[in-house]
T-cell receptor, first 115, second 116 residues
């Protein structure tokens, strides 16, 4: 069985400061990894995903994440945040089983940008 | 290209009633997955349908069921509603991993169900 741990439930950050949202996963098989963002009263939007290859993945809105297999981590980073980044961020994992659409999500990190 | 649509957006029911939620996937997508989001349990996978067949199922009681039609639209049904069923129900569509490097699950805005 897979699991995802997001270590911080809330992260306040000043505008234009850098941010890192932490994500660790546990799985007995190789996985695909994802970060989704949820704005208030909306569904989830994919920020980025790691499937294979380069461990540094770039996504939309200036976000990037680094896959670290030895530490089973997939932390999300942005060098300079904006007010519009205020949202809840979810890390998710799916095992590398062809045809398995099930995503296992972390509990989410609420990012609050302070002007 | 139209996104995933879910209807209705908001729903209020009372305990013991049943409810049906609808999801229309992105054109061309054949897989529809359903998730329940609550403050206490977070996002949990309910089930996935592909080509009108349930392919994967999460750990929910039999009161939660679904189906998929030939046009890939999906419905989920919850019978004998309980207070704990109050949640945001999200649906996601995808091609279904035919090409993992490009396939992605796209989520709808959700249906917020309140059970009184």
């Amino acid at each position: 069985a897979q699991s995802v741990t997001q270590l911080d439930s809330q992260v306040p950050v000043f505008e234009e400061a850098p941010v890192e949202l932490r994500c660790n996963y546990s799985s007995s098989v190789s996985v695909y990894l994802f970060w989704y963002v949820q704005y208030p009263n909306q569904g989830l939007q994919l920020l980025l995903k790691y499937l294979s290859g380069s461990t540094l993945v770039k996504g939309i809105n200036g976000f990037e994440a680094e896959f670290n297999k030895s530490q089973t981590s997939f932390h999300l980073r942005k060098p300079s945040v904006h007010i519009s980044d205020t949202a809840e961020y979810f890390c998710a994992v799916s095992d590398r089983d062809f045809g398995n659409e099930k995503l296992t999500f972390g509990t989410g990190t609420r990012l609050t940008i302070i002007p | 290209k139209a996104g995933v649509t879910q209807t209705p957006r908001y729903l209020i029911k009372t305990r013991g009633q049943q409810v049906t939620l609808s999801c229309s996937p992105i054109s061309g997508h054949r897989s529809v997955s359903w998730y329940q989001q609550t403050p206490g349990q977070g996002l949990q996978f309910l089930f996935e349908y592909f080509s009108e067949t349930q392919r994967n199922k999460g750990n929910f009681p039999g009161r939660f069921s679904g189906r998929q039609f030939s046009n890939s639209r999906s419905e989920m049904n919850v019978s004998t509603l309980e207070l704990g069923d109050s949640a945001l129900y999200l649906c996601a569509s995808s091609f279904r991993w035919t090409e993992p490097s490009t396939d992605t699950q796209y989520f709808g805005p959700g249906t917020r169900l309140t059970v009184l």
